[in-house]
């Protein structure tokens, strides 16, 4: 059990992992680092502010893992100050490779353990936070070169959790999350800003619905996400345009093959998946 867990923002993940690191007895002491003012209700023993210096320093001291839940650009600016408390530190952040080169070279980064949690919601904020947000999930483990103690005690506390931990190196991460993660939210956005040019709202029903159940998305999170791994995401909406030109182009003419061979080919995936 920690001593003490420490969360740089308070929000979806960093209150999900509040409430789920408690309901698993993984901490004595939780305490929240954020830019907000404390809310009346919260599932932190502590809440320090993060625009006070002296908070922050009070929030990380003896922290034995510390876990920046917060935008991209944000966790490679804390690192310096996180490493700083001595204890372990991992991310919650959507893209690795730019978080891995900001930590190089950082005094002791070797307890640095970069990881994402393949776990969220349409909607985000503390007040929709989850003790089983993580039940069941992956949460993607990106070392590169962190302390095999370091890595252990990270995964024991993801498995504690309820998440199942994976490894991948940053590059295979950014890959690969551009293709599940990142184009799936910009395909649902712009399906839902289609149909509506298109003023066809009024026959929409579940399907749609589920399609675009992640349309659009916190600027301040998804900006981070574009720069960050902007090659990446470019490079699957290319092929993916590539797959749907050749289908549109099929069924202009008349021509349903590509089209069927496409949901053929999507129904043998989902069907190897299941079983």
């Known amino acids: 059990m920690l ?30 680092i954020d830019r907000r003012a404390e809310p009346a209700r919260h599932p932190f ?31 490679m600016a804390e690192l310096p100050r996180a490493l700083g408390s001595g204890g372990v530190v991992t991310d919650c952040g959507s893209t690795k490779r730019a978080v891995v080169n900001a930590a190089r070279g950082l005094p002791g980064q ?17 007040e929709q936070a989850s003790a089983e947000l993580f039940d069941g999930r992956s949460w993607l483990l990106c070392p590169a070169g962190a302390a095999p103690e370091a890595v252990e005690l990270l995964r024991e506390f993801v ?42 709202l009024r026959a929409a029903g579940p399907g749609f619905a589920s399609a675009t159940r992640v349309a659009g998305g916190a600027e301040s999170m998804w900006r981070d996400i574009f720069e960050t791994n902007g090659d990446e995401i470019g ?16 069924l202009e003419q008349r021509d349903t093959a590509a089209a069927l061979a496409l949901l053929e080919q999507a129904r043998r995936l989902k069907g190897s998946a299941e079983s």
């Open 3 to 32: 001593e003490k867990l420490t969360i740089f923002g308070a929000g979806l993940i960093g209150g999900s992992v509040a409430l789920a690191a408690r309901r698993a007895g993984l901490a004595r002491r939780i305490v929240a």
């Open 45 to 75: 023993d502590e809440w320090f502010s993060a625009s006070d210096d002296a908070a922050v320093t009070a929030g990380l001291a003896g922290a034995g893992l510390v876990v920046l839940a917060t935008p991209v650009q944000s966790i």
């Open 110 to 126: 070797e307890r640095f353990v970069p990881s994402h949690p393949m776990a969220g919601r349409p909607v985000g904020g503390l």
């Open 159 to 200: 498995a504690g959790l309820g998440a199942r931990a994976a490894e991948l190196s940053p590059e295979d991460h950014d890959h690969s999350v551009a293709i599940t993660s990142h184009l799936p939210q910009l395909l649902a956005s712009a399906l839902a800003v289609l149909a509506d040019r298109e003023q066809a």
């Open 235 to 250: 490079r699957a909406l290319r092929l993916l345009a590539q797959q749907l030109d050749s289908a549109g182009a099929s």
